[in-house]
């Protein structure tokens, strides 16, 4: 199984940026495909990104598109979420999880493995 690892949340001011970062380990960590998803209190967990094992497909929540990119580095086995123009709306604890079928990336309850979630909160 795959060991997630995320990073890079904080406290950041209304349009300015983060980079979440997760380092995966653990068996065949580098031919997953990689979500991020997050969960803001009293709302379900939401899919924000996804990139499959290669990188030749991306797809992005309608809510963050244009402003986040997701990418992967697998020489270092971190995928990673930028976030640009940041909102109130986009606070959240952020989690990155693998996923064996692309097929179902938007599905929360198809990742076989998920992160401990970094915290992200936008002040307005």
């Known amino acids: 199984q795959v060991q997630l690892v995320e990073s890079g949340g904080g406290l950041v001011q209304a349009g300015g940026s983060l980079t979440l970062s997760c380092a995966a380990s653990g068996r065949t960590s580098s031919n997953v495909h990689m979500g991020w998803f997050r969960q803001a209190p009293g709302k379900e967990r939401r899919f924000v990104a996804g990139?499959?094992?290669?990188?030749?497909?991306?797809d992005y929540a309608d809510s963050v598109k244009g402003r986040f990119t997701i990418s992967r580095d697998d020489h270092a086995n971190t995928s990673y979420l930028r976030m640009n123009s940041l909102k109130p709306e986009d606070t959240a604890v952020y989690y990155c999880?693998?996923?064996?079928?692309?097929?179902?990336?938007?599905?929360?309850?198809?990742?076989?493995?998920w992160g401990q979630g970094t915290q992200v909160t936008v002040s307005s």
């Open positions: 990139i499959t094992w290669s990188g030749s497909n991306i």
């Open positions: 999880a693998a996923l064996r079928s692309w097929f179902d990336r938007w599905n929360a309850r198809e990742y076989e493995s």
